[in-house]
Every structure is written in C-alpha cells, then in structure tokens.
C-alpha cells in the first residue's frame, strides 16, 4: 500500500515542525523548508511480508489467501524512500484505508 499526500507551505501550522532543524542553532521556521517542499517522496506502508517459490506465485489466483510474517493487530511499518521511518496501524478513512502513526523510529533504531 503506498500514499502521498502534499501540504502548501501556508498550510502547515508553527507546531507542525520542529524549531531546531540544524545549522546555526538559530530559532527555524516552516518557511527555512521552502526549497525542499518540492522534492518528491515516495511513502510506502508495509503490511507484512511472505517468501514463496516462482511455482507457488503462479497458482496465486483471485481469492487466493497469502500468509504474511504479522499477526493481527500488530503493528505495521511505514517507510520514506525505503527507510523504516515509523509504525503504525491501518485505519479507514471515509471508505479509504490510511495508516495513523503510532511510533517514530529514529535513525538509530532503525
């Protein structure tokens, strides 16, 4: 499952992002980001994962059950460009599916 979503730059709100983002140690706003705004992000939340042989693959059909490595209720991961980056759970959001973060990962735990 993969989402994307953009915020305008007027609508991110002060709270929404940290003071520090490095540097000089100076107070940041939203508006130090601007240049980075643009650049494209590829969002990816993983429900689980399953090893199969290429003959298993192949008698997959349409109602065909696919055992995953996650039971359920467990958490879920959620990655930016590849990098483990949070957990989560899957919600459902006006008929859609989303995931609401529930754990940020940081690099070091990662």
């Given at each position: 499952m993969s989402m994307e979503d953009s915020l305008s730059l007027d609508e991110l709100e002060g709270g929404d992002l940290p003071n520090d983002f490095g540097g000089d140690g100076g107070e940041k706003s939203a508006h130090d980001l601007a240049p980075v705004f643009d650049v494209p992000v590829n969002i990816s939340a993983v429900l689980g994962k399953a090893s199969m042989s290429v003959a298993q693959l192949l008698k997959l059909a349409q109602g065909s059950v696919l055992e995953l490595d996650r039971k359920v209720g467990e958490a879920i991961d959620i990655?930016?460009?590849?990098?483990?980056?949070?957990?989560?759970?899957?919600?459902?959001?006006?008929?859609?599916?989303?995931?609401?973060?529930?754990?940020?990962?940081?690099?070091e735990d990662a």
């Open positions: 990655y930016v460009n590849n990098r483990l980056v949070a957990r989560g759970e899957v919600v459902v959001v006006d008929e859609r599916l989303g995931v609401t973060m529930t754990e940020i990962i940081k690099s």
